[in-house]
């Protein structure tokens, strides 16, 4: 089975930066698609950065350039950096790993929590 863990959550104030960091149990640099989602209280899990094949990446509208999410084969790691964080971004993060182009296969992580607060 494929494990995620998420890391790197936590409070910080507006204007600030955190780097959220994923772990996956399996080789990523040959896995289609991962990513990060997230949700807010109230709210629906909501997408918000995607990186397909290690150079195809898909951002929300409401990043507006302010994240960037990247790989690190050697390490097995998806991170997101997000700088300029703004108090509706409050929500627990989800890492997502979609091994296979043509099969269902989807794993989550159990979520970082990201506060933003001043």
């Known amino acids: 089975q494929v494990q995620l863990v998420e890391s790197g959550g936590g409070l910080v104030q507006p204007g600030g930066s955190l780097r959220l960091s994923c772990t996956v149990s399996?080789?990523?640099?040959?896995?289609?698609?991962m990513g990060w989602y997230r949700q807010a209280p109230g709210k629906q899990r909501e997408f918000v950065a995607t990186l397909r094949s290690d150079i195809i990446t898909d951002y929300a509208d409401f990043v507006n350039g302010r994240f960037t999410i990247s790989r690190d084969n050697a390490k097995n790691t998806v991170d997101l950096q997000m700088n300029s964080l703004k108090p509706d971004d409050t929500a627990v993060y989800y890492c997502?790993?979609?091994?296979?182009?043509?099969?269902?296969?989807?794993?989550w992580g159990q979520g970082t929590q990201v506060t933003v607060s001043s």
């Open positions: 997502n790993v979609r091994p296979f182009r043509f099969a269902s296969s989807n794993y």
């Open positions: 399996l080789d990523i640099a040959n896995i289609w698609e």
